[in-house]
């Protein structure tokens, strides 16, 4: 896979950091969820292109959080390519 395509967003998963908290592991999620171990692992790692909002929805009460625990907005972050010129 080429670095630009998962790159050009400024949005940041803290997937690890609420497993993490809640002493889950990312298959024991995947299992509650009922998406595959890989899917998670492309969205905790920040290379998702998208995220089905039932999907979102099932992780929110898997972990009782909000969408917003899970992922932010930072502009310029370390993973967002320069735009080419």
Do not use: W
Not at 26 to 46: C, D, P, Q, R, Y
Not at 47 to 72: M, N
């Amino acid at each position: 896979m080429a670095a630009d395509d998962h790159e050009g967003h400024d949005i940041e998963v803290h997937l690890d950091k609420l497993l993490s908290e809640r002493g889950m592991t990312l298959t024991e999620l995947a299992g509650h969820v009922g998406v595959t171990n890989v899917n998670l692992s492309v969205l905790k790692n920040g290379r998702a292109k998208a995220i089905r909002f039932t999907t979102l929805t099932r992780i929110c009460e898997v972990l009782q959080c909000q969408p917003g625990d899970l992922l932010s907005y930072r502009p310029g972050s370390p993973s967002r390519n320069p735009p080419k010129s």
